[in-house]
């Protein structure tokens, strides 16, 4: 599965957010959306998923564009993990996870689905919260049965916004380990906004780099992750290095 971004453009109130991005992933892949607060980060994954409509350009998968198909065709199409995941109705974790498989147990849940929710629950090590109330959580508890949920829906394309940006260490290590297995055994595509260039080059295929809305540079990680380019988008030095088949950044101080 392919999926073009052709010159997309958004604007809100006549404020530009996004202008002429274009860039293309495959299936199997892990795209990491890099750059400052306000570059549009977020609301590029939105306009990929359908959930704002673009105000110029388009999204296509495998050559169909996307705002032809059916809503129920691009909710089975994309999963999304918002970066917030606050919430105030009083559930489960399991019948959250669970609400992943929504759209294939039109209502009627089969042990198929149980089994593929008590297995997600098991790799994401939430086994021992899942009877626990969501608002009863902390925020990086959340994140993660979010993601969960994300995963029991079973799309071939994941959109992820700062996915690790409420997890500790080991946590964002254990879950992007799990996104990037399923990416490579499963055949999913990822892709996701995040802050940390370093847990960008230890997972990304792919890199988007955003600045003043566009695109600054994109490619892999050598490619995009270097002193310049962090000099120039970031407006900070850093020094860049590669150790053990991973590309480090390090701050230096101003």
Not at 10 to 28: M, Q
Not at 120 to 141: Q, R, T, V, W, Y
Not at 186 to 206: E, F, G, P, Q, V
Not at 236 to 253: S, W
């Amino acid at each position: 599965m392919k999926l073009q971004v052709n010159k997309l453009g958004f604007s809100y109130e006549k404020t530009p957010i996004l202008k002429n991005i274009s860039f293309e992933t495959n299936s199997g892949e892990i795209t990491c959306l890099l750059g400052p607060n306000g570059t549009g980060k977020t609301t590029l994954l939105k306009c990929i998923s359908r959930l704002i409509t673009p105000s110029l350009g388009n999204v296509f998968v495998d050559g169909v564009l996307i705002n032809k198909m059916k809503t129920k065709e691009i909710s089975k199409l994309f999963s999304y993990v918002p970066q917030s995941t606050h919430s105030t109705f009083p559930i489960s974790v399991i019948d959250i996870v669970l609400m992943g498989r929504v759209q294939s147990i039109n209502f009627k849940v089969k042990e198929e689905d149980k089994q593929i929710v008590f297995n997600i629950l098991e790799e994401m090590n939430l086994n021992n919260i899942a009877f626990k109330n969501i608002n009863s959580l902390s925020g990086g508890e959340r994140q993660r049965v979010f993601i969960a949920k994300a995963i029991a829906q079973q799309s071939p394309i994941i959109l992820l916004d700062e996915p690790t940006s409420s997890l500790d260490m080991k946590n964002q290590l254990e879950t992007l380990d799990i996104i990037s297995s399923l990416a490579k055994e499963k055949n999913i595509m990822a892709i996701m906004s995040i802050h940390d260039l370093n847990i960008a080059s230890m997972y990304a295929d792919k890199i988007i780099m955003l600045k003043n809305c566009g695109v600054y540079a994109s490619g892999n990680t050598e490619e995009v992750i270097n002193e310049e380019n962090i000099k120039q988008v970031y407006g900070v030095k850093a020094k860049v290095e590669n150790r053990d088949e991973i590309r480090y950044t390090f701050l230096c101080k101003q």
